[in-house]
C-alpha cells in the first residue's frame, strides 16, 4: 500500500508569494491533517479535514488554509507568505480521525521563503 | 489544553545498552498516547500507541513503552539500543475530544555511539 505522497518536496518562493501544497493519503484513508515543523517551535498542528469538512484548526493567522476533495487529497495554501513561513510542512492520514488509530505522515515539502 | 514535556533535548547511549527517551503529558479525561520517530529528512515514523489497557506496549523495532497515570507518563524505551536507532523522538498526545490533533513535544534527540 502507498504511504502518504505530499508534493512538491522542496520549494522556494519570495516574500508575498502565495503557495499551494498538496497532500495524497494513504488509500481509503479519510482524515487528513497538516503540521508545520520548524527549529525554534517545533512541531505545530496546523488543521484538520474529515470528509471535505474542516474539524479542527489550530492558531494561525487565517493566510493558512485548506481543502480536503471527496477523493480524500488535500490541499494547504498559504498566501502573502512571510519568512517565519519557512518550515517543513507535513501532512498526516488516517483511516476515520477517531483519535485512537496512529496517523500516517508524509516526507514533507520544504518551504523556503526568500 | 493539552501539552507534553519532552524533559530532555538529547539522550546519549552505548550500542547495546539500555534506553530511554522520557516524556510526561497534561490532558483532560483519558488520553491516546504516540512516540514517533523523525530521521533527516523525513517524515515521522509512527512507533507505538496507548489507547488503553496494559500498561505496557510493545511496538516497532524492539521499542516499548510503559504508561503510568499517576505519573502522567509514557516513557520510551528499548533494552539494547543500536547505532541505527540515532534519530529524534517524539512523544505525542491526542484527548478524546480533539479529533485527529496532535500535540506534540518538543522532541528529544537520540544519539547511540558504537
Redesign the interface.
Known amino acids: 500500500k502507498a504511504g502518504v505522497t505530499q508534493t512538491p518536496r522542496y520549494l522556494i518562493k519570495t516574500r508575498g508569494q502565495q503557495v499551494t501544497l498538496s497532500c495524497s493519503p494513504i488509500s481509503g484513508h479519510r482524515s487528513v491533517s497538516w503540521y508545520q515543523q520548524t527549529p525554534g517551535q517545533g512541531l505545530q498542528f496546523l488543521f484538520e479535514y474529515f470528509s471535505e469538512t474542516q474539524r479542527n484548526k489550530g492558531n494561525f493567522p487565517g493566510r493558512f488554509s485548506g481543502r480536503q476533495f471527496s477523493n480524500s487529497r488535500s490541499e494547504m495554501n498559504v498566501s502573502t507568505l512571510e519568512l517565519g513561513d519557512s518550515a517543513l510542512y507535513l501532512c498526516a492520514s488516517s483511516l476515520a480521525g477517531e483519535g485512537n488509530q496512529p496517523q500516517h505522515f508524509g516526507d514533507g515539502t520544504r518551504l523556503s521563503i526568500l | 489544553a493539552q501539552s507534553v514535556a519532552q524533559p530532555e533535548d538529547q539522550v546519549n547511549v552505548a550500542e547495546g545498552n539500555p534506553l530511554t527517551v522520557k516524556c510526561t503529558y497534561s490532558v483532560s479525561g483519558n488520553p ?1 498516547l ?1 512516540w ?1 520517530v523523525q530521521y533527516p ?6 512507533l507505538l ?1 496507548y ?1 488503553t489497557g496494559d500498561n505496557l506496549v510493545k511496538g516497532s523495532y524492539g521499542f516499548e513503552a510503559e504508561f503510568n497515570k499517576s505519573q502522567t507518563s509514557f516513557h520510551l524505551k528499548k533494552p539494547s539500543a543500536l547505532v541505527s536507532d540515532s534519530a529524534l523522538y ?1 512523544c505525542a498526545v ?3 475530544s ?10 528529544t534527540r537520540l544519539a547511540v555511539r558504537p
Open positions: 491516546y504516540f514517533y529528512n523525513r517524515g515521522l515514523q509512527f500507541k489507547i517524539f491526542r484527548d478524546k480533539s479529533g485527529d490533533k496532535l500535540t506534540f513535544g518538543t522532541g
